[in-house]
T-cell receptor
Framework: DADVTQTPRNRITKTGKRIMLECSQTKGHDRMYWYRQDPGLGLRLIYYSFDVKDINKGEISDGYSVSRQAQAKFSLSLESAIPNQTALYFC????????????????FGPGTRLTVL | GENVEQHPSTLSVQEGDSAVIKCTYSDSASNYFPWYKQELGKRPQLIIDIRSNVGEKKDQRIAVTLNKTAKHFSLHITETQPEDSAVYFCAASIRKVLTGGGNKLTFGTGTQLKVEL
């Protein structure tokens, strides 16, 4: 079944450590996104990529970097983790039909719960 | 950039009653408004969406209305059931055919809906 997967699902780390969260998809979608979810703040966009050569900052990109290794893979890195990056992180994908400029649904991965001590 | 406000943050209803969640957006260029449902411990999933060329859309017990002049849109759930208990997110996006920015969603902060027996 075509899906969006994230690894690891849970991670506990210490302040100052470098962390990479990985996202893979078998949906064949060009567009991929990283969000973080915090209680009371909803889903906030960190980075997004519309194809392998296109990377864009979202509303909260400071302290994060990304790599689009292939159409199917989009990784999020925290270069030096800090406690306020403790959150639930979601990867998402979407397709885009150029005919009529139709929007398509975003499909989310299962999430990665990251705790920075 | 776009700003989406969502109210209420929590909503408790009796089974069989209706529930209404309201969102406002700031950018008059926004023209796509999806709603996502996130059950406890699960990933967000699209339940309904509306584009700016229509004022209302229905799908069984759920409906969404859009008022472009006032820049607000609402989710209506009728005959609520226990399985409707979840967090609901509204979002807004600007269509940009063939250029960057299309499908980049700005989410509201979420509404925790509890349907009581």
């Amino acid at each position: 079944d075509a899906d969006v997967t994230q690894t690891p699902r849970n991670r506990i780390t210490k302040t100052g450590k470098r962390i990479m969260l990985e996202c893979s998809q078998t949906k064949g979608h060009d567009r991929m996104y990283w969000y973080r979810q915090d209680p009371g703040l909803g889903l906030r966009l960190i980075y997004y990529s519309f194809d392998v050569k296109d990377i864009n900052k979202g509303e909260i990109s400071d302290g994060y970097s990304v790599s689009r290794q292939a159409q199917a893979k989009f990784s999020l890195s925290l270069e030096s983790a800090i406690p306020n990056q403790t959150a639930l992180y979601f990867c998402a994908t979407s397709d885009f039909q150029t005919s009529g400029g139709t929007y398509n649904e975003q499909f989310f991965g299962p999430g990665t719960r990251l705790t920075v001590l | 950039g776009e700003n989406v406000e969502q109210h209420p943050s929590t909503l408790s209803v009796q089974e069989g009653d209706s529930a209404v969640i309201k969102c406002t957006y700031s950018d008059s260029a926004s023209n796509y408004f999806p709603w996502y449902k996130q059950e406890l411990g699960k990933r967000p999933q699209l339940i309904i969406d509306i584009r700016s060329n229509v004022g209302e859309k229905k799908d069984q017990r759920i409906a969404v209305t859009l008022n472009k002049t006032a820049k607000h849109f609402s989710l209506h759930i009728t005959e609520t059931q226990p399985e409707d208990s979840a967090v609901y997110f509204c979002a807004a996006s600007i269509r940009k055919v063939l250029t960057g920015g299309g499908n980049k969603l700005t989410f509201g902060t979420g509404t925790q809906l509890k349907v009581e027996l």
